[in-house]
C-alpha cells in the first residue's frame, strides 16, 4: 500500500518524475544510449527511495532529489518496466500529450515536451496519389509525419491533430478548421 510523503503533491507523478529522468533526454538518444539512461535511472531510483540506502547514497551524491519525495518500489518497478519499451514509452508519451490536450489533468507535467512543433494544415504538403499530408522531421526522414483525410476527420472536433514521426518519438500538432459546405 502507498503512503504519500508530507511533502508530495496530489496529483500522480509521471513515471519520468519517478525516475528523474528529462524526456527530451531520452527523445534525443539513440535506442542504445536510452536504455542505459533509464537503466541507471531505475537503480538511482531505487537506491534513492530504498529506506536503509537513501541517506547513505544522497550524502555521497552530487544530485539530490527532494527529501519529501519517495515513491515505493511497486511505482519505480512500474515506470522502469514502461520508459524501458520503446513501444510502451511511445504509448505512454502520447496519452501524456492527450491528457494535457484535453484537459484531464489540470496539474499535468507543464515541463513534459519530448518535441512538439505547432504546425497549420495549410502548412504541410499533400500527395495527390495516395491521398496523404505529409512533413520532413529533423530525424531526416523525408515523410516522418504522415496521415490522411480519416485522420483529420476522426480529430475534427478539436481541430487538432497529434501525429507522430514515424522513425523518432518527436510529434507535430496539426492545427485545422472544419468548413462547412452550405
Not at 511505482?75 to 518496466?81: D, N, P, T
Not at 494535457?100 to 515536451?113: N, Y
Not at 496519389?129 to 509525419?145: E, I, K, V
Not at 483525410?149 to 522513425?167: I, N, P, R, T
Request: proline share 4%.
Amino acid at each position: 500500500m502507498e503512503t504519500p510523503s508530507a511533502g508530495r503533491p496530489s496529483r500522480t507523478a509521471t513515471h519520468y518524475e519517478i525516475l528523474d529522468l528529462q524526456p527530451a533526454l531520452l527523445g534525443a538518444a539513440d535506442p542504445h544510449d536510452a536504455a542505459t539512461l533509464i537503466k541507471r535511472a531505475y537503480r538511482r531510483a531505487l537506491l534513492r527511495n530504498h529506506p536503509d540506502k537513501s541517506a547513505a547514497a544522497s550524502s555521497s551524491s552530487a544530485h539530490k532529489p527532494p527529501a519529501s519525495t519517495l515513491f515505493t518500489v511497486d511505482q519505480i518497478s512500474g515506470a522502469y518496466a514502461v520508459l524501458s519499451s520503446p513501444q510502451k514509452r511511445q504509448e505512454y508519451d502520447a496519452s501524456l500529450r492527450m491528457a494535457r490536450i484535453a484537459g484531464g489533468e489540470e496539474d499535468a507535467d507543464a515541463k513534459f515536451q519530448t518535441g512538439i512543433e505547432n504546425v497549420d494544415l495549410d502548412d504541410l504538403e499533400f500527395d495527390e496519389a495516395g491521398q496523404r499530408w505529409y512533413r520532413s522531421c529533423r530525424c531526416g526522414n523525408d515523410r516522418g509525419y504522415s496521415f490522411e483525410e480519416e485522420d483529420l476527420v476522426e480529430a475534427s472536433d478539436d481541430g487538432v491533430l497529434m501525429v507522430g514521426c514515424h522513425d523518432c518519438s518527436l510529434w507535430l500538432k496539426v492545427h485545422f478548421a472544419v468548413v462547412e459546405d452550405e
